[in-house]
């Protein structure tokens, strides 16, 4: 038996390395088949400022090549309480957030001294945000496009901004660990070919991004599915050479910079 806490709130393709290609139709297959079962949108980004005091942003986290939890609770729910020495298991067993996943705990009710309470006595070591924080915010916000049908919701957002929304809330949490699972080892598999990463910022990006070299190269553009968007050839005379992304939709992006018949590569995610 699932219980939780009822609430009201209710072109063509380039010829990039081959190995590269085939994760990134990987994440496309990935994203294609959840959303197949109806679990996977866009997430949109947000903003909060944790208990401690500290600033956290979704799309940044995703910039940095994490997978993130989304964990929407409130301290009087008993599921709650029950099922978030899993979520912290998972976040431990996933590097603490200095590896590929990270945690972000949100209440839409609870003053942030019934929160800390509520760390103190269930362990949780990863951010989490009340009202102060701007949880409830959060929450009106993500209930706009994701339905909340109970208390404890939980959530995986991929690299690529795709999310996996209302996993079961089994004992142990076996879902939840597996989306996370295969979000980050879809983003760990990329970046093992990101050795040599494209200097460019700033990342996420809105309208622009400037790239830094120090000879003439060559920057192209790839869309998740492998589809070049952009190529554009710069002089390194230039102090920052700028390219405009404006015109491109929000989401997963990679860059491939040629120089001197070598190539660097960097993730690149646009927000807006």
């Known amino acids: 038996m699932r219980s939780y806490c009822d609430s009201h709130l209710k072109t063509k393709k380039t010829s990039f390395e ?91 009710r609870d003053i942030n001294e019934k929160v800390l309470e509520f760390e103190d006595l269930y362990g949780v070591t990863y951010p989490t945000c009340g009202l102060e924080g701007g949880g409830d915010t959060i929450t009106s916000y993500y209930s706009i496009g994701f339905p909340f049908i109970g208390w404890p919701t939980y959530a995986v957002v991929c690299h690529d901004t795709s999310i996996i929304w209302n996993l079961p809330r089994n004992e142990g949490l076996p879902e939840l660990r597996a989306a996370a699972d295969s979000c980050v080892s879809v983003t760990a598999g990329i970046l093992s070919d990101f050795s040599k990463r494209v200097p460019i910022y700033p990342n996420p990006a809105d309208q622009y991004i400037y790239v830094s070299s120090e000879v003439d190269h060559t920057v192209e553009l790839f869309s998740s599915d492998g589809r ?29 910079d040629h120089q001197n018949g070598n190539k660097e590569y960097s993730p690149l995610i646009i927000s807006r």
């Open 228 to 256: 070049l968007q952009k190529s554009v050839w710069f002089d390194h005379q230039m102090e920052a050479m700028k390219l405009f992304i404006g015109d491109l939709p929000a989401g997963l992006y990679y860059i491939i």
């Open 18 to 108: 081959a190995v590269t290609l085939r994760k990134l139709i990987l994440i496309g297959l990935w994203s294609a088949a959840v959303n197949l079962n109806g679990f996977a949108q866009k997430a949109p980004d947000f903003t909060f400022t944790d208990t401690k005091g500290v600033e956290w942003s979704l799309y940044d986290q995703l910039g940095q090549n994490k997978v993130v939890i989304l964990d929407f609770f409130f301290v009087d729910c008993v599921p709650c309480q029950t099922l978030t020495p899993a979520v912290e298991s998972i976040y431990n067993d996933f590097g603490t957030g200095q590896e590929h996943l990270i945690v972000f705990g949100i209440s839409d």
